[in-house]
C-alpha cells in the first residue's frame, strides 16, 4: 500500500522565481492538503482540494495556488518566491466521509524541503 | 479560532524513563477532533492517534498512553519506558472538522538518551 509520495525531495531557487512541488495521495484518498512548516515551527496549513476543487485556505497570499488532478493527485506553485518561502512543504492525503474511528486522518508525505536564495 | 499550545519546547530523559508530553487546545466548536503526530528527523509526520471530541475515553497503546479531559482541554500524551528510537518533535494538533485542516501546535522536542 503505498503512502503518500511527494516529488522533488529538496529544491534551491532565488527569489522571484517560481516553484512548484507535486503530491500523489496514499492509495484510495480522495483529499490532498498542503502544508508550510519554517524551522522550528508546527506546520502552517495552506490550503485543500478536494474534487479539483480548492475547499478550504489558510492565511496565505495569493502567490500560493494549487490543483488537484482528476487521479487526485496534486500541485502546490509558488509565484514570486521570497527568502521567507524557505521551509519544509508537507502534503497530506486523507479520504472525505470515510468514517470510523480514524477514518479522515491525514497522512504525510516526507516533504519538499525549499530553500530561497 | 483555534489555538492548540504546547508549553513544554524540548525534553530529556534518559531511556526506560516515562515521559509525558502536554497539549492544551482551545475552541468554541463543539465537535473537535486531536491528534498526535511524531516528526522523525527525516522530516515526514507520522500519525500516531486522533481522538473524537465527544470520546474522552482514554488510550493505552503498547508503551503510549493518552489523557484526554474536556474539562482542562487538554490531551496529553504518555510514553512509558521511553526508548532511544522516541527521539523525535511531537506535534499535537487540532481540527474542527472530520476532514479539515489541522492546526498544530509549535512541537515538542524529545530526546532520549541511553
Known amino acids: 500500500d503505498a503512502g503518500v509520495t511527494q516529488s522533488p525531495t529538496h529544491l534551491i531557487k532565488t527569489r522571484g522565481q517560481q516553484v512548484t512541488l507535486r503530491c500523489s495521495p496514499k492509495?484510495?484518498?480522495?483529499?490532498v492538503s498542503w502544508y508550510q512548516q519554517a524551522l522550528g515551527q508546527g506546520p502552517q496549513f495552506i490550503f485543500q482540494y478536494y474534487e479539483e476543487e480548492e475547499r478550504q485556505r489558510g492565511n496565505f497570499p495569493d502567490r500560493f495556488s494549487g490543483h488537484q488532478f482528476p487521479n487526485y493527485s496534486s500541485e502546490l506553485n509558488v509565484n514570486a518566491l521570497l527568502l521567507g518561502d524557505s521551509a519544509l512543504y508537507l502534503c497530506?492525503?486523507?479520504?472525505?466521509?470515510?468514517?470510523?474511528?480514524?477514518?479522515?486522518?491525514?497522512?504525510f508525505g516526507p516533504g519538499t524541503r525549499l530553500l530561497v536564495l | 479560532a483555534q489555538k492548540v499550545t504546547q508549553a513544554q519546547t524540548e525534553i530529556s530523559v534518559v531511556e526506560k524513563e516515562d515521559v509525558t508530553l502536554d497539549c492544551v487546545y482551545e475552541t468554541r466548536d463543539t465537535t473537535y477532533y486531536l491528534f498526535w503526530y511524531k516528526q522523525p528527523p527525516s522530516g515526514e509526520l507520522v500519525f500516531l492517534i486522533r481522538r473524537n471530541s465527544f470520546d474522552e475515553q482514554n488510550e493505552i497503546s503498547g508503551r503510549y498512553s493518552w489523557n484526554f479531559q474536556k474539562s482542562t482541554s487538554s490531551f496529553n500524551f504518555t510514553i512509558t519506558a521511553s526508548q532511544v528510537v522516541d527521539s523525535a518533535v511531537y506535534f499535537c494538533a487540532l481540527s474542527t472538522g472530520a476532514n479539515s485542516k489541522l492546526t498544530f501546535g509549535k512541537g515538542i522536542t524529545l530526546s532520549v538518551r541511553p
Open positions: 497530506a492525503s486523507s479520504l472525505e466521509g470515510a468514517g470510523g474511528l480514524y477514518g479522515e486522518t491525514q497522512y
Open positions: 492509495s484510495g484518498h480522495d483529499t
